[in-house]
């Protein structure tokens, strides 16, 4: 049976140490603390205190092949220090210096086009109609870095059922917030993006049973940096479709225009399926530096086809050229 979960209604400005009790609680319940490849990595992934509230959800379990892997997972300290989120600069660690600007309470979500029931959710209104689980992932950014993350979150298709897509939606297309004074990037003389920042994907892969809006990661509320309070996860493409920060959802009848695309049509495709095969036109795509990773211990590992998702997701494109979708 799948917990509900309760979301905090607490600002984190008011946090006292009886919350800090209550989050170490609920993660010993979840299973996080002292499960194995947590304990593994022990005092790595920081100090739990640390971060975002406690949330109920359903454990990953070994051998489901939707949620779980046997690679060691990332350190919570690497998973959310070294980000790209460049509404709050390009630099690698500019985003957790500097997403603490963004507000993300209240929060509001909504979705429109080609839907029967288009409208606005509040955040606690869709968590508290919604299972959460955990999903351990390969994320594997275009870049040739990649990271294994616990995420806390739902299926997409849990979302977008409500509002009842149309016969005619074919894809889906999605918005961050967009707040420039909370939001230092967007400011910067050097912004190359057309903001806000927008991603999309066709209709059958939004509904794809891995494709995941989470909440959460390592059992607690996401940081700032990590697409807080809500962001997509899509584990067999480039990171860069995972966008972060949602607060618009539209159901489409054509192909929607993304940042990355539009910025670099030869770079960045719609699909950004991950294909060791396919190389970026500056460099390989055939290894990656999985974090966390050194000079002296690169760890360098081989990139594999949809990110290791093939068995789940190859039938999406059967009769798709990879090298021209790309
Ligand atoms: N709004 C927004 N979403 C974004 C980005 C961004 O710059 N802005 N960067 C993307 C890229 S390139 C990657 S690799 C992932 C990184 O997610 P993480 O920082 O949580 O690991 O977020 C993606 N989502
Ligand atoms: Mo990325």
Known sequence: MARRLRYPAIPSSEIT???VYLRRRSLLKAGIVGASAAAASGPAWGDPDTGGEPLD??????GNPL????????????????????EFGTGKEDPARYAHEMTVDP?????????????????????SRV???ERIYRLRCVEAWSMVIPWVGFPLHALLDRFEPLG?????????LYRREEMRGTRSFSSIIDWPYREGLRLDEARHPLTLLAVGLYGKTLPNQNGAPLRL??????????????????????????????????????????????DHPR????????????????NRIPTQLFNGYAEQVASLYRDMDLTRYY
């Open 233 to 278: 996860v899509v584990p067999w493409k480039y990171g860069f479709k995972s966008i972060k920060s949602i607060v618009r959802i539209d159901l489409l009848e054509e192909q929607p225009a993304t940042s990355w695309q539009s910025l670099a049509p030869d770079e960045y495709g719609f699909y950004a399926n991950v294909n060791p095969e396919v």
């Open 17 to 19: 140490p009886e919350s």
């Open 283 to 298: 460099w390989s795509q055939k290894f990656e530096r999985r974090l966390p990773s050194s000079f002296l211990r690169p």
């Open 67 to 86: 949620a779980y892997t046997e690679e060691a997972l990332t350190p919570y300290g690497d998973i959310t220090r070294y980000c790209n989120f460049y």
């Open 131 to 133: 299972d959460l689980e």
């Open 57 to 62: 959800y359903q454990p990953a379990k070994p």
């Open 168 to 176: 005619s939606a074919r894809f889906v297309a999605f918005r961050t």
């Open 107 to 127: 929060w509001s979500i909504e979705v429109g086009g080609a839907v029967a029931r288009p409208g606005k959710l509040h955040l606690e209104d869709l968590l």
